[in-house]
């Protein structure tokens, strides 16, 4: 080893703790990492277990057509988007999605049951790409930071990825905890992360 070289730094997933698939990290975790913009990168890619999770990303999909399950199906019955993100005429989202799940029908159901608009699709695109996507107004419905926090932390719709009813896999962790991670991602500097990063 020669003089004066240094050690590369630990990526975060060598000192950040390890969880399982099913929980998230408490935003505190991510103290261990001094570097305040390199803090919120690593924060992003944690949430970003939860915002690329089957249960979010099936009604942020790339196209005019939900997914469902965990393996990208397509919605059954085919069912389109709609000029306004929830169904075309005859076939709305809300003719079948209640405001609460139907557990013996198995059809899931929250408040305002829609799908997210394309601008906001997110099968396909990488941490980064959704980080973009949640920064940029133009293509978040024209939300601020602060009310994109609010929308993960408390929205019903957004709470269902927990409580998605049947045997569906739940979203990791809790919404409290994600919501959590979010509004730590946006305090220090609400950075994205770089294009090849994965959590």
């Not at 930071?145 to 927990?162: F, P, R, S, T, Y």
């Not at 994600?178 to 959590?199: D, H």
Request: hydrophobic residues 35%; proline residues 11%; aromatic residues 4%.
């Amino acid at each position: 080893m020669g003089c004066g070289r240094r050690q590369p730094a630990p990526s975060p997933s060598e000192i950040l703790p390890q969880v399982g698939p099913t929980e998230l990290r408490a935003p505190e975790a991510f103290g261990v990492i001094s570097d305040r913009a390199e803090r919120s990168r690593a924060l992003f890619l944690e949430a970003s277990r939860v915002l690329l999770h089957p249960r979010c990303a099936n009604c942020h999909p790339d196209g005019d057509m939900p997914y469902q399950g965990t393996g990208l199906q397509l919605h059954d019955p085919p069912v389109l988007r709609g000029p306004e993100d929830r169904g075309i005429v005859g076939m709305e989202c809300t003719s079948c999605h209640q405001d609460r799940n139907v557990e013996l029908t198995r059809v899931p159901g929250a408040p305002n049951w829609h799908l997210a608009p394309l601008s906001m699709a997110w099968v396909g695109r990488t941490p980064r790409g959704v980080c973009e996507q949640l920064k940029d107004p133009a293509r978040n419905g024209g939300k601020s930071l602060a009310q994109i926090v609010e929308h993960n932390a408390h929205d019903e719709l957004v709470g269902w990825g927990w409580r998605p009813g049947a045997d569906r896999e739940p979203a990791p962790g809790t919404q409290e905890r994600f919501g959590a991670i979010v509004a730590a991602w946006v305090e220090t500097g609400a950075e994205c992360p770089s294009e090849e990063a994965r959590p």
